[in-house]
Structure formats: structure tokens, C-alpha cells
């Protein structure tokens, strides 16, 4: 569980209902549904947490739910998007072989 301070109160959200964590500085921003939740932490400490198994490191701002991606698609220039369930749009700055690899082994 990750723990999510919120005022007075303190939140456990369970890592497998995240999905998506994307950077804003030195801050995360959990996506949880459609509930939003900041930590003071980087990208880089979230991810070390994380299990690999699970979560991807899409670009330099995303971690994703590997069970939340609906699909992976081609956009301009080479580049793909990964698309999530809940409709957010993520450009793929990783291999596309990478992210197909780790989703067949699901």
C-alpha cells in the first residue's frame, strides 16, 4: 500500500487500484479512478517501490498500471501512445517491443 497524507487525515490507497502515477516536480499525482491523490515524492523513489511485474515506466513523467492499458498505438513520427482504460494518453518514450513483451507475459 502506498500512504497518502491529505490534511489531518492519512490515506492507504492499494498499489493494485493506481492507475498511473505522473511526475509534477518533486511530486507524484496517484491516479486512483477518479480520484487524484498528491505525494511528496519523485518518480524515481515510486518506482523503485513498485513492482516491475505490474507498473512500467512509460516516459520520464508516467508510470503505468500495465493491467489499466488498453491499447498501444502508432502516432506521428515513430512514436506510439499507450492509451489506458480510463482514457488518459501516454507517449511512449520506452521500446514498443518492451511494453508488448511485458503485457503478453500477463
Known amino acids: 500500500r502506498l500512504t497518502v497524507k491529505s490534511g489531518e487525515h492519512t490515506v492507504f490507497v492499494e498499489v493494485s487500484d493506481v492507475d ?6 518533486n511530486y507524484a499525482i ?3 479512478g477518479a480520484i487524484n491523490h498528491i505525494l511528496r515524492e519523485t ?10 511485474k505490474r507498473f512500467l515506466r512509460v516516459s520520464r513523467s508516467a508510470i503505468v498500471n500495465l493491467d489499466r492499458i488498453k491499447a498501444v498505438q502508432p502516432a506521428s ?15 511512449l518514450t520506452r521500446g514498443v517491443r518492451e511494453v508488448q513483451q511485458r503485457l503478453e507475459s500477463l
Request: charged letters at 25%; hydrophobic letters at 45%; proline letters at 3%.
Open 77 to 91: 513520427r515513430g512514436e506510439h501512445v499507450v492509451l489506458l482504460k480510463n482514457g488518459k494518453e501516454f507517449t
Open 30 to 32: 496517484l491516479h486512483v
Open 20 to 25: 498511473c502515477i505522473e511526475a509534477a516536480g
Open 43 to 52: 518518480l524515481a523513489n515510486l518506482e523503485a517501490k513498485l513492482s516491475p
